[in-house]
């Protein structure tokens, strides 16, 4: 008879992000009454970009408008947000990474713009940026991407005139030193730096996904991409692995997890659900959680890439209003002793809200040095751009997050109840090892008496013929 099969409860891939939970922040914390947001953008913009600073939006109306709102300053926004005017309808618009007084932006007219914003923000509308620069054949440029580790270089994509063309600005000089113009035989919809700013990304209408080399254009990498031509977003997980969020057949939203290895087909197929609203992604490299939303949706689905180079998901964000984008912060504004693992600003069609995303912890008293690694330091780039352009490929240096104050998990002795747990262990133990060695005394104290008895049994009487009982007539008288 067979033996039976006995049922195997929970998972091995059980995350420890599994029940992460989205904090929202007070009502006094937000930015309300959000008036005349331009929701017609693209789906190559992202319609709200963030630092500690300030917070960007693109507002309705003539002249090109990217409200500036000051960070330090929530509550009701004025009626008229002072903004920057870019002369023509925005493309897209990003901050600095490395400057957050500084905001670049791309409109139709084929100009990139940079704005120096003061401390403090703008109290009016600005007209006049720091620098206006752009190239005499860049056509319909959309997409901008800073290098993640270098200052001052910047990347555009365009269509030309339908010769897709990747550019590589060297900001400062408003010059263009790289030009990748024929990988590329349909719109670019998303585009990438890899982790160390040596590769590029990119996918397209014609379905296809490329890796390409930052500086010679050459193709490292091609696949297919999602089976549909609708656009897509691209996120790097790693040094190897590729997020790509976009639609399969029909209005089906999915996530692929690929391999720049092997870019013939996916490691992992996510789908989502089904909705015709594209999506915004954002990766936290630390926790290895990938974040997904549509504009229009109320969710965020998250996703936390296991080492096994799967995508588990773990719990999503739910908002009450529905959202028309997102705009994470740099690791340092998260609020460590609450063990958030991550900020965000939530746009909404009237208001922007903080929230934050946290992990239950069981002795949150100590700093949770398992999920809270050594992050990237965003203050000090790497490198210059001429260092860049000249082929060195240096890394940003990590910073900690532990508080002066709290010591690691990793240190900390065991809690209370596993210690008692443990000294009655240890006294069951001893309780049993005592049994034990009074049982094993026994054993030898009747081992012992065993052989006495042994010992003192009656023998067998060997006779002597001399001492054989005589007669009483043979005793000599």
């Not at 791309?106 to 923000?121: F, L, Q, T």
């Not at 297919?224 to 190897?240: F, T």
């Not at 000090?380 to 490929?393: I, L």
Request: proline letters at 7%; one cysteine or more; hydrophobic letters at 35%.
């Amino acid at each position: 008879m067979a033996q039976k099969t006995l049922p195997k409860f929970g998972s091995a891939n059980a995350s420890v992000y599994k029940y992460i939970s989205g904090k929202f922040y007070h009502p006094s914390t937000r930015y309300e009454d959000l008036q005349g947001l331009s929701i017609n953008k693209s789906g190559e913009c992202d319609l709200i970009q963030a630092n500690t600073k300030f917070i960007a939006v693109p507002l309705s109306g003539p002249g090109g408008r990217v409200g500036i709102i000051s960070a330090e300053k929530p509550g009701r926004l004025p009626i008229h947000i002072p903004s920057v005017l870019c002369n023509s309808e925005v493309s897209n618009f990003k901050f600095d990474p490395f400057n957050e007084n500084i905001l670049v932006t791309v409109s139709i007219d084929n100009k990139i713009r940079v704005w120096e914003i003061p401390e403090g923000g703008i109290e009016e509308d600005v007209a006049e940026p720091k620098y206006v620069f752009g190239s005499s054949s860049m056509d319909k440029v959309h997409l901008i991407e800073f290098h993640p580790t270098t200052k001052d270089i910047l990347l555009t994509t365009s269509d030309d005139l339908g010769h897709p063309t990747v550019r590589i600005w060297d900001v400062q000089a408003q010059k263009e030193e790289i030009i990748l113009k024929d990988q590329h035989k349909d719109v670019i919809f998303s585009c990438a730096w890899s982790p160390d700013g040596t590769q590029i990304a990119t996918t397209t209408k014609e379905k296809k996904l490329r890796v390409l080399d930052a500086r010679t254009g050459d193709i490292v990498a091609e696949g297919p991409s999602h089976n549909s031509i609708r656009p897509s977003r691209l996120v790097w997980l790693d040094k190897e692995l590729l997020a790509s969020v976009g639609f399969g057949l029909g209005s089906s939203r999915e996530v692929l997890l690929m391999s720049t290895e092997d870019l013939s087909k996916p490691l992992c197929r996510k789908t989502i659900d089904i909705s015709p609203s594209i999506m915004s992604a954002y990766y936290d490299p630390d926790c290895h959680i990938l974040f997904v939303a549509g504009r229009g949706d109320r969710t965020i689905h998250t996703y936390h890439m296991e080492e096994n180079r799967q995508l588990t998901a773990v719990a999503k964000i739910e908002g009450t209003t529905l959202q028309q984008g997102f705009a994470f912060l740099p690791k340092k504004t998260c609020h460590v002793k609450d063990i958030e693992i991550d900020r965000f600003y939530r746009l909404t069609p009237n208001s922007i809200e903080p929230v934050g995303v946290r992990v239950p912890r069981a002795r949150p008293e100590f700093f949770q040095d398992d999920i809270f690694v050594p992050t990237l330091d965003l203050d000090h780039p790497a490198q210059e751009a001429a260092s860049w352009f000249r082929g060195d490929n240096k890394q940003l240096e990590r910073i900690s997050l532990q508080p002066e104050d709290m010591s690691p998990l990793s240190t900390a002795p065991p809690p209370a109840s596993q210690a008692q747990s443990k000294a009655k262990f240890e006294m069951g133990k001893k309780f049993v090892s005592e049994e034990q060695r009074k049982k094993e005394q026994m054993e030898r104290m009747f081992a012992a008496a065993k052989n006495i008895e042994g010992d003192d049994e009656v023998k067998p009487k060997t006779t002597n013929p001399e001492d054989e009982e005589v007669a009483e007539d043979e005793w000599d008288d």
